[in-house]
């Protein structure tokens, strides 16, 4: 099974690393539009028909805490900028937007900030349900490793039958690194994103109690695969810290995990969730 969604996925994912900042005209066809608002970054994906990613943004970005927008116009800056991007590159229009919100907060201040930047909300969904939809999982968990939280879903047949949200992620990893390293904090993150594989062993006990936090909400819940998203799992050595510590379970690392979240909400149908997916073009 998680053969036929990597052959599903991973195009996708790669190509949405690989449009960062660029992107092409589409052939033809409708686009859907996905924006994240997220702790570390506002992403803005574009996708064709087939889910195929045809434009994307990324803004580093200090415009959400602890899943809520606090710079309400920094967020709206910030999307109608990289949608007026888009819009340039890709030589359309769009008139709509998908956005997600993290489980446990209010969906209103999402919606706000995309109707501000001048879009009409398409489809409003939480995370991890927009992933699960994406991946089509009929049961298992999704953490999503951002940068400012860890959020845990669980899905049964297909839906989200619990979620939670901590306070730990991928700042926390640099502001590690910085303390033990002695560096200043914009240097250790840029230290976690160039060289991850050498600065592993310093940050591996941040992880090790994310996997705890995670640990912690699967109490009581029956899974059978962890499944990745947040670009903090890009540090090489997350697929392993997380399959050592839940050695029952199968864990699932996508190609690009900084764009499985976002791609996802672009990607986003309702009952897309339950509907029933074939991961083959
Ligand atoms: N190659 C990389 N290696 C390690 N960490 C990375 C890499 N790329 C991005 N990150 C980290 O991933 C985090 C951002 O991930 P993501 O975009 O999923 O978070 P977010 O959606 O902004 O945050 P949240 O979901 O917590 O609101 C940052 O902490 C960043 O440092
Ligand atoms: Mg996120």
């Given at each position: 099974m998680t053969k036929d969604i990597h052959a599903w996925l991973t195009p996708r994912l790669d190509r949405a690393a690989a449009l960062l900042g660029g992107g092409e005209r589409p052939v033809a066809g409708d686009l859907r539009l996905g924006i994240d608002l997220g702790t570390s970054d506002v992403v803005a994906i574009a996708v064709d028909a087939?889910?195929?990613?045809?434009g994307v943004e990324l803004e580093w970005a200090d415009v959400v805490r602890d899943g809520i927008v606090w710079d309400y116009f920094g967020a709206v800056g910030i999307v109608r900028k990289q949608v007026e991007s888009l819009q340039q590159r890709l030589g359309v229009r769009f008139e709509r937007a998908n956005t997600s919100f993290p489980?446990?907060?209010?969906?209103r201040i999402s919606v706000n900030v995309i109707e501000a930047a001048g879009l009409e909300v398409a489809e409003v969904i939480d995370e991890p349900s927009a992933v699960a939809g994406l991946l089509d999982i009929e049961s298992g968990a999704v953490v999503d490793i951002g940068g400012g939280t860890t959020g845990i879903a669980v899905v049964k047949d297909g839906r989200v039958v619990y979620s939670g949200d901590e306070p730990t992620g991928g700042h926390h990893v640099s502001l590690t690194l910085a303390g033990g390293r002695g560096i200043p904090l914009e240097e250790a993150e840029r230290l976690k994103r160039e060289r991850g594989a050498e600065i592993w062993p310093t940050v591996q006990a941040v992880f090790e109690k994310m996997a705890d936090i995670v640990r912690h909400h699967l109490r009581g819940h029956a899974v059978g695969t962890l499944y990745l998203s947040g670009?903090?799992?890009?540090?090489?050595?997350v697929r392993e810290l997380f399959a050592r510590e839940f050695p029952a379970l199968d864990v699932f690392l996508p190609s690009q995990p900084l764009f499985l979240t976002p791609l996802s909400i672009a990607a986003y149908r309702p009952g897309s969730a339950t509907a029933t997916k074939t991961y083959r073009e």
């Open positions: 087939g889910d195929r990613p045809v489980p446990g907060t209010d969906p670009g903090s799992c890009a540090l090489p050595g």
